[in-house]
């Protein structure tokens, strides 16, 4: 498992293998494609396919809130992954949608990819852990993955 407050948690389940994974995915280890190594390391580690993945993403902070400088917007811009397809939106980066492009671009069928469009800034409905929302006191929420 993983704990977050407004970084992406992402939980790779292999249906074929019965392997598992747990990623904290903020906006460098999105950058880096954290979700991908994880993906590949369980391909190394236990022969993984893709195709077996299914994926959820958890309570983060959304594209419709997560505004970021330009030196962060330069370095996504910067990806060949992304190009041709608007992750900023006046200023406002889309994590979830970067790390669903890096799944499927690994072959992870995008049916097998569910979110659960919780934004951890705006979302009402539940109460949500949020760095950025919250004060000195914020806490942190515990996304998780088990096997019986």
């Given at each position: ?25 903020g906006w460098k280890g999105t950058l880096s494609c954290i ?44 990806c060949k992954t992304y190009d041709n397809i608007e992750i ?39 109460e949500l852990h949020s760095y950025r929302k919250g004060n ?13």
């Amino acid at each position: 498992g993983v704990f977050t407050a407004d970084c992406v948690p992402v939980l790779l389940y292999d249906k074929k293998n019965d392997v598992i994974s747990a990623v904290h995915s903020g906006w460098k280890g999105t950058l880096s494609c954290i979700s991908v190594k994880a993906l590949n390391l369980m391909k190394k580690e236990f022969g993984t396919q893709s195709e077996n993945i299914i994926a959820y993403i958890g309570p983060h902070i959304g594209g419709c809130c997560y505004e970021v400088g330009k030196e962060v917007q330069d370095k996504f811009n910067e990806c060949k992954t992304y190009d041709n397809i608007e992750i900023i939106n006046n200023n406002k980066l889309d994590l979830e949608k970067c790390i669903i492009i890096q799944l499927t671009n690994e072959g992870v069928k995008k049916g097998n990819i569910t979110s659960l469009n919780l934004c951890t800034f705006c979302d009402n409905k539940y109460e949500l852990h949020s760095y950025r929302k919250g004060n000195i006191n914020y806490g942190r929420m515990f996304s998780f993955v088990y096997l019986k």
